[in-house]
């Protein structure tokens, strides 16, 4: 079956940092990968999509490029702020399903500190 | 409103009682999905709609479980004679079509004591 595996948290950086959160995936067929974030007392919002091998997803300073070759879409941005600590989730969605039946990783909080 | 809808936010209960969560999704969306996140399992899918219709319910854990939605918009998850491992948070997301963003609520946090 289909799953997502993305580092453990929580991550813990100061403001300005580069921050990577890797996310690997195990899919039959080429799956829609998503990066998911849960802002403390909020619920799930999209951070970026790439459905396609090559593509890159890009949303507020963040950047993930589908990886078929290492089955990856790890997570970057290059200077953090206290505002992106959150929980951010790594999902896929299978080719034959919904965007919105997603196989979501275990999460990662990160932590940015002034 | 302008985004998903649930209620309510909070709800303890004995064990063994019935439970009814509501979900209002976006206005037009026709599809609508239920998810479970607990520590210990992370999220899960449950069940999926597509208007009234739920063409995937290989989600739901047990017979316990039961979703139905009507009017093609609200729907409710019920959960029967509930056990101290359904506490969790109950995350309800829809989407215009299959293949468009997914947005969520923010869930209802349910407690079986």
């Known amino acids: 079956g289909n799953s997502v595996t993305q580092m453990e948290g929580p991550v813990t950086l100061s403001e300005e940092a580069f921050l990577t959160i890797n996310c690997t995936y195990t899919?039959?067929?080429?799956?829609?990968l998503f990066w998911y974030v849960q802002y403390p007392g909020e619920g799930l919002q999209l951070l970026l999509k790439?459905?396609?091998?090559?593509d890159k997803g890009s949303n507020k300073g963040f950047e993930a490029t589908y990886r078929k070759e290492t089955t990856s879409f790890h997570l970057e941005k290059g200077s953090v702020q206290v505002s992106d600590s959150a929980v951010y989730f790594c999902?896929?969605?299978?080719?034959?399903?919904?965007?919105?039946?997603?196989?979501f990783g275990a999460g990662t909080q990160v932590v940015v500190t002034p | 409103g302008a985004g998903v809808s649930q209620s309510p936010s909070n709800k303890v209960t004995e064990k063994g009682k019935d439970v009814e969560l509501r979900c209002d999704p976006i206005?037009?969306?026709?599809?609508l999905y239920w998810y479970r996140q607990s520590l210990g399992q992370g999220l899960e899918f449950l069940i999926y709609f597509q208007g009234n219709s739920a063409p995937d319910k290989s989600g739901l854990p047990s017979d316990r479980f039961s979703a139905e939605r009507t009017g093609g918009s609200v729907s409710t998850l019920t959960i029967q004679r509930t056990q101290q491992e359904d506490s969790a948070v109950y995350l309800c997301?829809?989407?215009?079509?299959?293949?468009?963003?997914?947005?969520f609520g923010q869930g209802t946090r349910l407690t079986v004591v």
């Open positions: 790439a459905t396609k091998a090559d």
């Open positions: 899919a039959t067929g080429y799956p829609s």
């Open positions: 999902a896929l969605s299978d080719r034959t399903d919904s965007w919105g039946k997603l196989q």
């Open positions: 997301a829809s989407s215009f079509t299959g293949h468009t963003e997914a947005f």
């Open positions: 206005s037009g969306h026709t599809a």
